[in-house]
């Protein structure tokens, strides 16, 4: 079974009395420990698809399942759990709650999903020495370089063990070397526990590294070859 599914996604806003179509059908399948790459200009869509995948968001029309359970079909308390459980998220810009240290930000998704908080901090503990962040867990974001942060931030995406992570530029603020280093590290993540990542990107490097490559025009989604890049 597919982990997710995604039909005839479409999305508009409105401006005044003008409607602007940012997805006009995206099909999508993603399977358990696929990365998939979204690459494509600014403004086409690749983050509202993320959001919509991710839940944050509901579409104009169509349906998503995820895990088997069509996710409109949920009260928001229930997608609020479901989003816990499983998904991860990681941003370009890594969102770190600045007055707390690295593993308070890691583990309060436990927490916000119930989890014991010895539990949660044990399971922090164990994923930031994972990025090799071992030596920094008291540090706040403001004492960590950039690279750093984002660490945090991947760390923070695995801490419920989620089956998928949504990346949207997860290394465009970083250094070419510093940059490798992250997706080299997300492609460890995905493969030692079969975990899904689908990663909005304008590295064409970083996206011929991942399973499959899906280009975004005129809000639709259409396969590359890695072999183009």
């Known amino acids: 079974m597919s982990l997710v599914i995604a039909r005839d996604i479409h999305k508009s806003y409105y401006l005044g009395n003008s409607e602007v179509q940012v997805l006009k059908g995206i099909d999508l399948e993603i399977q358990s420990g696929e990365t998939i790459a979204v690459i494509g200009p600014s403004g086409v869509g690749k983050s509202t698809m993320l959001n919509l995948l991710g839940a944050l968001d509901r ?39 600045p007055e ?17 908080y010895s539990d949660s901090k044990a399971r922090a503990a164990e994923l930031l020495s994972r990025v090799g962040l071992g030596e920094r867990l008291n540090h706040r974001p403001g004492e960590l370089s950039g690279g750093e942060q ?8 695995l801490q419920n063990d989620p089956p998928l992570v ?3 530029e997860p290394t465009g603020n970083l250094d070419r070397d510093t940059a490798l280093e992250l997706q080299t590290l997300i492609f460890e993540m995905a493969q030692e526990r079969q975990r899904s990542f689908m990663i ?10 991942c399973g499959q490559v899906l280009q975004m025009q005129d809000g639709r989604l259409s396969p590359v070859a890695t072999e183009d890049f």
């Open 166 to 168: 949504l990346a949207d």
């Open 150 to 157: 984002q660490r945090v931030a991947l760390a923070r995406a």
């Open 59 to 97: 579409p104009t029309r169509g349906e998503i399942e995820i895990a088997g359970v069509r996710i409109w079909d949920l009260s928001n308390n229930e997608l609020a759990n479901l989003r816990a459980a499983q998904i991860g998220f990681v941003f370009q810009f890594h969102h770190l709650l």
């Open 100 to 116: 707390f240290s690295a593993i308070e930000n890691v583990l309060l998704p436990g927490l916000i999903r119930g989890n014991n």
């Open 200 to 209: 909005v990107t304008h590295d064409r490097h970083f996206a011929a590294r």
